[in-house]
């Protein structure tokens, strides 16, 4: 079959596209996925590079979207799915024709919706749905800071949080991106790549020049010393990712200062049940068909052009959602 595989880390240029690698063989819990799409994750990066461990030959992608083509070793049917059904997945190996995806991890796509936006929406929204629910669960009136608020994860948290009833300050580093995150529901915005005093300005903004109440951000180790600074007192840090790098270690006693709390989520550990999964994801494709949430698809590259698609995602050129066709 076609995909990209990686056999060693380092920069875009390990990413390998083939056209004779084997197809694989769902196993028990799994189903056979005809890939149409895949998704693309900063996350995708970090295993590219190594900061992320992971066992090489690899193929990266951690979602995509599909045709299930045969069910794995169970005698069951898994998760009431069927060969035929047009789904979304969420695992790894994505960057290929089939994916053996968890069928705990695999949802059937609702009628009327289309298939390519429930991909767009799916890890990227699941995860911002995640972190305003649990990681920190957001209130109408609080003071947000989102990072890279142009980016896949940081558009819908803006479009979440204004849902929500929240006042969203958005950083992101050019002026058409804030533009952007602007539409998507942020009313502050700053521009963290020109602003000389970021932490003036947000606890400018902010009622009694106190902080925000939480902040998201997936930028990790050039912003984080700045959110210490930025969060209110008892409020919530919640660092979801690493775009700069990862934060460096941390003496926890520092939390004292404004008693904050310091959370460091990952998606696929308020996922983990069934149950978790389904209501999640019900929830979040029920916005799109209720026209509650735009997803905005940055550009579908072809799967031969994976290394630019990367070059891309890491040189900043890209706003919302990036697809790859299979
Ligand atoms: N914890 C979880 O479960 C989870 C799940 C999904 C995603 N994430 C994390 O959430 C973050 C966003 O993910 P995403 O897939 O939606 O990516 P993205 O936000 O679409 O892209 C990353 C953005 O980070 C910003 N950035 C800041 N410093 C950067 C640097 N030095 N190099 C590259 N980019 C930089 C850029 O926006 P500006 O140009 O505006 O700065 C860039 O567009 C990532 O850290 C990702 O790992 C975590």
């Not at 995909?3 to 799994?30: I, N, R, S, W």
Request: glycine fraction near 10%; hydrophobic fraction near 40%; include cysteine.
């Amino acid at each position: 079959m076609r995909g990209v595989l990686v056999e060693k880390v380092g920069g875009p240029e390990v990413l390998e596209f083939k056209t004779d690698l084997p197809v694989p063989k769902p196993g028990a819990g799994e189903v056979l996925v005809k890939n149409e799409l895949a998704g693309l994750n900063y996350i995708d990066t970090y295993f590219r590079t190594g900061l992320y461990p992971s066992k090489k030959p690899e193929i990266l992608g951690k979602e995509g979207y599909g045709t299930i083509v045969s069910l794995g070793s169970d005698e069951k049917p898994l998760q009431g799915l069927s060969v035929g059904d047009k789904v979304v997945w969420m695992g790894g190996s994505g960057y290929a024709e089939y994916t053996a995806a968890p069928a705990l991890h695999t949802y059937k796509i609702p009628d009327g919706l289309d298939g390519k936006l429930a991909l767009a929406s799916f890890l990227q929204g699941l995860t911002a749905l995640s972190l305003i629910r649990e990681a920190h669960p957001v209130k109408a009136g609080e003071y947000v800071l989102v990072h890279a608020a142009a980016g896949g994860v940081g558009l819908l948290l803006c479009q979440m949080l204004k849902a929500t009833g929240a006042h969203v300050i958005a950083t992101a580093s050019s002026r058409e991106k804030l533009d952007l995150a602007k539409k998507n529901g942020a009313e502050f915005l700053i521009n963290y790549s020109e602003e000389k005093d970021l932490v003036a300005k947000v606890l400018e903004i902010t009622p009694g020049g106190q902080g925000v109440d939480v902040v998201f951000d997936g930028v990790g180790k050039s912003t984080f010393e700045d959110d210490l600074l930025m969060v209110k007192r008892k409020g919530s840090l919640v660092s979801f990712g690493n775009a700069s790098g990862a934060v460096p270690p941390f003496a926890i006693s520092r939390l004292t200062a404004k008693n904050l709390r310091l959370l460091r989520p990952t998606l696929f550990n308020y996922i983990t049940t069934r149950e978790e999964f389904t209501t999640y994801t019900k929830e979040l494709f029920q916005f799109i068909l209720d026209g509650k949430l735009d997803i905005k698809i940055h550009d579908t590259y072809p799967l031969e052009d994976i290394r630019r698609v990367h070059e891309d995602l890491e040189a900043r050129k890209t706003t919302g959602k990036v697809l790859i066709k299979i």
